[in-house]
């Protein structure tokens, strides 16, 4: 599945985060459910929702997995989904919610 095919799913589980801030706590549990098995698409799900939110908890949960692996497929997933609460996000240019309009000339 291709980030165009996925990016309307992430962008319909932000929407509905944003709408209903009364199920934060529940999904903080649930993104630290991600964290902890890292299905497939996981990372792009915390990525995605956490670079709008910036969750204090998942990103200091992330770092603690992050510190206490030394699965190197997971600590490059940790260091990844770390790298989304950031305003320079490498990974954000994939997605259009997160790509500047480029100027025309």
């Known amino acids: 599945m291709g980030v165009d095919e996925i990016e309307p799913l992430l962008e319909d589980l932000l929407l509905f985060l944003k709408r209903h801030d009364e199920c934060r706590a529940a999904m903080e549990v649930r993104f630290r459910q991600i964290l902890d098995s890292l299905p497939p698409g996981g990372v792009e799900i915390v990525q995605y929702c956490m670079f ?44 259009s919610r997160y790509t500047p309009e480029l100027d025309e000339y």
């Open 52 to 95: 709008e939110f910036r969750w204090p908890g998942v990103r200091e949960y992330a770092k603690e997995l992050f510190a206490g692996t030394r699965d190197v497929l997971r600590r490059q997933s940790y260091r990844r989904i770390i790298e989304a609460f950031s305003d320079d996000w490498p990974e954000r240019v994939i997605y």
